[in-house]
């Protein structure tokens, strides 16, 4: 338990140290309901429910009926995306080494037809053939496999798709739902190559953890040869590598295609009738850098002067519940989300001391505070707009009759309620114990019957602390409750 002292200590500096109203910086009026902090703005007029959106095309016609669907569900679940890399092919080197053990490089562009580099003879005999989808057995019939370079064999190039934004175009096309403080990175996976009169029968998926992968077109001339890619639900997409409209792909005017696939989907290369196709893939896997998760990865490890000064801290509250206040500005509703879910978007100082106490072992956890109350970890700032009559407190008189309707107002209610109060009590007061309710009856409870204690500095009441608003109507008014974050551990 925490001594009385400490709690009274902790609760004077919680209360607002201003009383009475002063005004925001765009003007609007702010007050201090006892220890909660108000922000006041315009009167609430009335609700205008919205128009229906009107429909820009005409379902009558036939031929939209037909074609808009397909449209809609392509557009909505995206399972592959192309693109150009800007890269001029004379400046393309690839270097491998053979079989015998000496390296050779392969310089781009390249046309077989026109003239055959030995280092790609010297490659092709390097390579082992695609295991045919049907059986998993190599091709019968020798000369016509498509090939791959073996993973046991060095290879590099002076390609290095870190230098495009491709990753970042993979991530807003085919994970645009992928939250903060997860990255997509991408590693060299095969160099495949399908020669002429050869094909690509969909392969075996792969046996680790990719979420997609991405396929770059080396500049060599070839026609046919079109990937075509396949979602769980059999809807194709297929990328030619180059020339769209004549067919002929693998040689661009100052630029490479590439193209991305999900993990789940499959690829087929179709028959090559002319030259070469030549491809280097990566693998793209999801990876969680930040103090999210089980285990966590972040990019930023705190210096051990900053483990020194928490430490001290740290022995000090062994065996207490223990509380900082966050700093930054996050811009959310703590009316719609956890506390919890700012864990992947810390940044400065907050983050540096939630990497900190990961460090020690312990389970830090955020939670929403305001006036003196904290919300459960798993409850959102709820306040509603409407103050029951029968609330607990001070009953209203007998007699005493309460307006009917989801338009009462908080204040008449208020008046019901305490109409036993004595005259004396300042409006603020009234205004705060109904506040006070509302936080009540939404699931918070005080600090000192949670237990914490609050890390403040008492040098510094002034310091900046993280300010959320939920907004609720009061008295015909839409006001903002201020709400804190509170970084929660226990010392074990």
Sequence with gaps: MIHPSSVAAMEAVLRSPQSGASRLSDGSPKYSSMAFEVERGSPVVGYARPSPPRRSTDF???????HLPALLAAKSRPFSVSGLIPLDPTNLVVFFRSKSGITHSLDFPIDVDYDLPPALDVLMAACVPHVDDDDYSYSAVPGRESLFYPPNLPLSATLEIANHPILDAVRNTLFSTLPVGHYLTAIRDRLEIVPKGSRMTPQPKPMDSRVAT?????????????????DVDGNEETYHGGGRASGTGGIGVGHLEWTAYLASADVEVEEVTKGCRLTISYAVYLRTFGPSGLQPDPLITPSDRF????????????GRRIAFFLSGEYGVNPSEVLAESLVPHLSGADSLLYHALKLYKLAPELRWTAGGYIWPVDRIVECSDDVEPMAPGPRSMPGTIMPEGPYRSPTMAMQGMYSNVSPELHPVEVEGESLRWRVENSGAISLAEAEIMVMTDINSPGAAVTKERVPFVSGGQLEKLVVNVMLVVYVA
């Design 60 to 66: 009558n016609d036939h031929a939209l009926r037909t």
């Design 214 to 230: 991405i396929v770059v077109t080396l500049p060599v001339r070839y026609r046919g040869g079109a990937l075509v890619v396949r």
């Design 307 to 318: 483990l020194d000064l928490v430490a001290p801290i740290l022995n000090i509250c062994r």
